[in-house]
């Protein structure tokens, strides 16, 4: 299995692991379960550095068209948007709706996006 083969596994894993605690964690209500959130948070994490790792060496070698690159940057703000929302939402008791409702799209076309941006860099890196 090549780098870049196990590197898409990962994320997928990730992904899986992500949305799944993420729905488990709002059926479940406050207050959160420790354990169950620091896996979401963390599987997160490393998602993202698996992706800004395999774009960042793709972008390193050559540089990307600009369609590609700006999928790159939409998902990019996108999982920023993701994890800010995400702060708010564990932090506040009572976070606005608009950040809920954020945090409950953005992640989905994050995700897709990220996937895309991979896709597009994977053959690169």
Avoid: C, N
Wanted: cysteine-free; hydrophobic content about 60%; proline content about 3%.
């Amino acid at each position: 299995m090549s780098a870049i083969q196990a590197r898409v596994i990962g994320l997928i894993v990730s992904a899986v692991v992500i949305f799944g605690s993420g729905v488990w964690l709002t059926s479940a209500g406050r207050p959160y379960a420790v354990v169950l959130q620091t896996v979401h948070k963390l599987t997160a994490l490393a998602a993202v550095i698996v992706s800004g790792v395999t774009v960042y060496q793709a972008m390193r070698i050559g540089a990307l068209p600009t369609a590609e690159s700006i999928v790159v940057w939409v998902a990019a703000v996108l999982v920023i948007a993701s994890f800010a929302s995400g702060g708010v939402v564990s932090a506040s008791d009572a976070a606005p709706v608009w950040v809920l409702w954020l945090h409950r799209v953005a992640p989905w076309f994050a995700g897709v996006l990220t996937a895309v941006s991979v896709y597009f860099t994977a053959g690169r890196a």
